[in-house]
């Protein structure tokens, strides 16, 4: 029976390239002798992508899956999702495969929230990341996604929020980055800043998370094994979605071949790290009747669960969240505010006025730095589109119909670029908006109080019982290191000719190819 599957499986995949060029090559006659099929509804207009038979909306997937150098696959659904009336649009794959997208605040908090277990992680999701996440608390619903937040919503408390700033963030700022900041505004040396800022994450997340040190930002920026092969994963498993039917990449993994074997190289790397981090702290555990910091991984290997493999789940997924979302959230931030003169102003006059305050209070009280953040993952979400999956009909709050099995994604990047939810002024980084001025401090003009929106209209943290369980942790960060690098450089973009930063997603959003800057010391 395994033969038969595994036969038909590489024969499908064998075939399905062909037919798939065959139909590029004859488009014109396909498309005249069958007329587009877009759905007729008061809903949409003419920039939802036209249906085919067979085919459906393969031509327009193709097109823009890699557009021009300033325009991406996410400006190309924002498009359509902002053209459509309520936010929400059917993509119909190949086969028959369909997709429902979403920006509509009402829908995001009906499947988060009001909805919650009609809409679990899909299934798609899940089997695309298992090579990677396995069972880790992004890749799980029910009792395994349960007991991983319960256990480490321990390490969110304000003891160790305060603990987290003033001794592991704190400490990486001034005796890591600051120093190799300072060397490159000396030297006037390009640096790679999405590098930096992601090796200053990795350290920080390795201490907090599982009490090591990996020590990845030393002044030689040594090459750390770990990450790279963190790297390929995450690319390689993350381009399985835009494969053209899963069985493609499904034969590469039985074959061993091409991007599939590069990608089993790299997550044998990254699980080697992760099972070699869980015996040292085991036998930290045995040797010591009682630790000094009950780190999270100290935590759930003291839960009871052994199973060498499930805590390896749990250790790669907080890597991912603590490494890769804080680190693409300042990039953006760094390169919008480089743009925007009179924020930088603000923030640098903010800091200023905080910088005699005890660290955890000054970063706590950074309103107008909160706001810039806030802002900056409004146009640049780190996490630029998520999904879940109907395992019940059911209707959107829109009116969309839902049939069961039905993969649905919310859309934050999107949603942050929508002039319904944002105004005429949306494309413009503007922190104001976040804010509004103190009535009882009318003789400080510059005092400021900060205004959120909920989250199902800015889903940046996720919503609902699935919220971002560091949220708070995350602000306090990358307040701390935007006060620490402000206070004494100035980030300048250095990009060739003229050219800007290109978004790329990979589970998470980065900069393609990195973040050239250069650091010039204040007066």
Same mark, same amino acid.
């Given at each position: 029976?395994?033969?038969l599957?595994?036969s038909t499986?590489?024969?499908?995949?064998f075939?399905l390239p062909?037919?798939?060029l065959f139909?590029i090559?004859?488009?014109?006659?396909?498309?005249?002798?069958f007329p587009s099929?877009?759905?007729?509804n008061?809903?949409?207009?003419?920039?939802t992508p036209?249906?085919y038979p067979?085919?459906?909306?393969l031509f327009s997937i193709?097109?823009?899956?890699?557009?021009?150098?300033n325009?991406?696959?996410?400006d190309?659904m924002?498009?359509?999702?902002?053209?459509?009336?309520?936010?929400?649009f059917?993509?119909?794959?190949?086969?028959?495969?369909?997709r429902?997208?979403?920006a509509n605040?009402?829908?995001v908090?009906?499947?988060l929230k009001?909805?919650?277990h009609?809409?679990?992680?899909?299934d798609?999701?899940?089997?695309?990341?298992?090579?990677?996440?396995?069972?880790?608390?992004?890749n799980t619903?029910?009792e395994s996604?349960k007991?991983?937040r319960?256990?480490?919503?321990h390490e969110?408390?304000t003891?160790s929020?305060r603990?987290?700033v003033?001794?592991v963030?704190?400490?990486?700022?001034n005796?890591?980055l600051?120093p190799?900041?300072?060397a490159a505004?000396n030297?006037n040396?390009?640096l790679?800043?999405?590098?930096?800022?992601?090796r200053f994450?990795?350290?920080?997340?390795?201490?907090?998370?599982?009490?090591?040190?990996p020590a990845?930002l030393?002044p030689?920026?040594?090459?750390?094994e770990?990450?790279?092969?963190?790297?390929d994963?995450?690319?390689i498993?993350?381009?399985?979605?835009?494969?053209?039917?899963?069985?493609?990449?499904?034969?590469k993994r039985?074959l061993d071949?091409?991007s599939?074997?590069?990608l089993r190289?790299?997550v %044998?790397?990254v699980?080697?790290?992760?099972? #070699?981090?869980? =015996?040292?702290?085991?036998?930290?555990?045995?040797?010591? &009747? +009682?630790l000094?910091?009950?780190?999270l991984?100290?935590?759930f290997?003291?839960?009871g669960?052994?199973?060498?493999n499930?805590?390896?789940?749990?250790?790669?997924?907080?890597?991912?969240a603590?490494?890769?979302?804080?680190?693409?959230?300042l990039?953006?931030?760094?390169?919008?505010v480089?743009k925007?003169p009179?924020?930088?102003?603000?923030?640098l006059?903010e800091?200023? %006025?905080k910088s005699?305050s005890?660290i955890f #209070?000054?970063? =706590?009280d950074?309103?107008?730095?909160?706001?810039?953040? &806030? +802002?900056s993952?409004?146009?640049?979400?780190p996490?630029?589109?998520?999904?879940?999956?109907?395992?019940?009909d059911?209707v959107?709050p829109?009116?969309?119909?839902?049939?069961?099995?039905?993969p649905?994604?919310?859309?934050p990047y999107?949603?942050?670029?929508?002039?319904?939810?944002?105004g005429?002024?949306?494309?413009?980084f503007?922190?104001?908006?976040?804010?509004?001025?103190?009535?009882a401090?009318?003789?400080d003009?510059?005092?400021?109080?900060f205004v959120?929106?909920d989250?199902?209209?800015?889903?940046?943290?996720?919503?609902g019982p699935?919220?971002c369980?560091?949220?708070?942790?995350?602000?306090l960060?990358m307040?701390?290191v935007?006060?620490?690098?402000?206070?004494?450089?100035?980030?300048v973009?250095?990009?060739?000719?003229g050219?800007?930063?290109?978004?790329?997603?990979?589970?998470t959003s980065?900069?393609e190819g990195?973040?050239?800057?250069?650091?010039?010391e204040?007066?």
């Amino acid at each position: 029976m395994l033969d038969l599957e595994l036969s038909t499986t590489l024969l499908f995949s064998f075939l399905l390239p062909f037919l798939f060029l065959f139909i590029i090559k004859w488009s014109s006659i396909f498309t005249t002798l069958f007329p587009s099929k877009s759905p007729q509804n008061s809903t949409t207009t003419n920039k939802t992508p036209t249906s085919y038979p067979i085919v459906r909306s393969l031509f327009s997937i193709y097109t823009n899956r890699n557009r021009n150098r300033n325009r991406n696959r996410f400006d190309w659904m924002s498009e359509i999702l902002s053209s459509s009336l309520t936010s929400t649009f059917v993509l119909h794959r190949p086969l028959g495969r369909t997709r429902i997208f979403t920006a509509n605040p009402s829908n995001v908090e009906h499947i988060l929230k009001s909805h919650f277990h009609t809409y679990p992680k899909s299934d798609f999701f899940r089997m695309t990341q298992a090579d990677l996440l396995g069972d880790g608390i992004f890749n799980t619903n029910g009792e395994s996604w349960k007991f991983q937040r319960q256990v480490a919503s321990h390490e969110f408390n304000t003891k160790s929020l305060r603990k987290f700033v003033e001794q592991v963030v704190d400490t990486e700022l001034n005796d890591r980055l600051v120093p190799i900041l300072s060397a490159a505004a000396n030297s006037n040396t390009v640096l790679d800043l999405q590098d930096i800022l992601q090796r200053f994450a990795f350290d920080n997340v390795c201490a907090i998370a599982f009490g090591y040190d990996p020590a990845s930002l030393v002044p030689s920026l040594p090459q750390v094994e770990f990450m790279k092969s963190f790297e390929d994963a995450v690319r390689i498993s993350s381009q399985r979605f835009q494969s053209i039917h899963p069985l493609l990449w499904k034969a590469k993994r039985r074959l061993d071949v091409g991007s599939e074997k590069n990608l089993r190289i790299a997550v %044998e790397g990254v699980r080697e790290f992760a099972k #070699e981090l869980i =015996k040292q702290k085991k036998q930290l555990l045995n040797e010591k &009747s +009682e630790l000094d910091s009950f780190d999270l991984l100290s935590r759930f290997l003291s839960s009871g669960h052994s199973d060498e493999n499930f805590v390896t789940d749990i250790v790669i997924s907080f890597i991912l969240a603590g490494r890769d979302t804080t680190s693409a959230a300042l990039i953006w931030f760094f390169w919008l505010v480089s743009k925007n003169p009179n924020a930088e102003g603000e923030i640098l006059r903010e800091i200023y %006025e905080k910088s005699e305050s005890p660290i955890f #209070e000054e970063v =706590k009280d950074m309103v107008y730095t909160h706001a810039s953040l &806030s +802002e900056s993952m409004r146009l640049y979400p780190p996490v630029p589109v998520d999904g879940r999956q109907a395992i019940a009909d059911n209707v959107l709050p829109d009116g969309t119909f839902v049939k069961k099995g039905t993969p649905v994604a919310y859309h934050p990047y999107a949603m942050g670029r929508s002039e319904k939810i944002w105004g005429k002024d949306w494309a413009e980084f503007k922190p104001e908006r976040w804010l509004e001025r103190d009535d009882a401090a009318v003789a400080d003009q510059r005092k400021w109080n900060f205004v959120g929106r909920d989250p199902y209209t800015y889903p940046v943290f996720h919503a609902g019982p699935r919220v971002c369980l560091g949220r708070e942790m995350a602000f306090l960060q990358m307040k701390r290191v935007v006060a620490g690098v402000f206070r004494q450089f100035r980030v300048v973009p250095a990009f060739e000719d003229g050219k800007e930063p290109v978004f790329v997603s990979y589970l998470t959003s980065k900069m393609e190819g990195g973040f050239p800057v250069r650091i010039e010391e204040r007066a």
